[in-house]
T-cell receptor
Framework: GIQVEQSPPDLILQEGANSTLRCNFS?????LQWFHQNPWGQLINLFY???GTKQNGRLSATTVATERYSLLYISSSQTTDSGVYFC?????????????FGSGTRLSIRP | NAGVTQTPKFQVLKTGQSMTLQCAQD?????MSWYRQDPGMGLRLIHY???????DQGEVPNGYNVSRSTTEDFPLRLLSAAPSQTSVYFC??????????????FGPGTRLTVT
């Protein structure tokens, strides 16, 4: 099946710093999503981005489907950005329409 | 809208016991799924459903059963609990994956411990 790899696995930054999180996938995908899991375990959808670039406030994401990767950018980090960031993909041409998650990037923002 | 609700929030089982984790959504979503999340890991797909009466296996289906008799409900059954099933279980729903720009909504999770 498709492999989804995220890097780095852990990231510790000072408040105000910028960060880039990466998601590589091993096969063509129908779509890709980015999620944030906060320290209380709640999962929030950030972007649905099978290709191209989207922005929402301090967050933006870019997916280059032909090169099989996606990037999540966080600018001017705040402590509330802490948590785990997951990317999830739906494999293309899959009759089963499964969504597969990466193992996540744990982001810690220090005040 | 309540969104995606899961019950119970916490559960402790003894090895060999069976139980059902409940999941319901009130957004008329076609697609529903169950994931488990083990410490320090991502979410792994257990089972999913693309509509009432249709279910299929995910990555880690062994030891779990599902059914989808209505659009709203998607219960997950543990047939004979094992310590390896200790995990946090998340239910999610979305519009059809064929729809295009969809958003997946997650429930708050059920923390299950099997002793």
């Amino acid at each position: 099946g498709i492999q989804v790899e995220q890097s780095p696995p852990d990231l510790i930054l000072q408040e105000g710093a910028n960060s880039t999180l990466r998601c590589n996938f091993s096969d063509s995908v129908n779509n890709l999503q980015w999620f944030h899991q906060n320290p209380w375990g709640q999962l929030i959808n950030l972007f649905y981005i099978p290709s191209g670039t989207k922005q929402n406030g301090r967050l933006s994401a870019t997916t280059v489907a032909t090169e099989r990767y996606s990037l999540l950018y966080i600018s001017s980090s705040q402590t509330t950005d802490s948590g785990v960031y997951f990317c999830a993909v739906e494999q293309e041409y899959s009759s089963a329409s499964k969504i597969i998650f990466g193992s996540g990037t744990r982001l810690s923002i220090r005040p | 809208n309540a969104g995606v609700t899961q019950t119970p929030k916490f559960q402790v089982l003894k090895t060999g016991q069976s139980m059902t984790l409940q999941c319901a959504q009130d957004m008329n979503h076609e697609y529903m799924s169950w994931y488990r999340q083990d410490p320090g890991m991502g979410l792994r797909l257990i089972h999913y459903s693309v509509g009432a009466g249709i279910t299929d296996q995910g990555e880690v289906p062994n030891g779990y059963n599902v059914s989808r008799s209505t659009t709203e409900d998607f219960p997950l059954r543990l047939l004979s609990a094992a310590p390896s099933q200790t995990s946090v279980y998340f239910c999610a729903s979305s519009y059809s994956l064929d729809r295009g720009d969809y958003e997946q909504y997650f429930g708050p999770g059920t923390r299950l411990t099997v002793t």
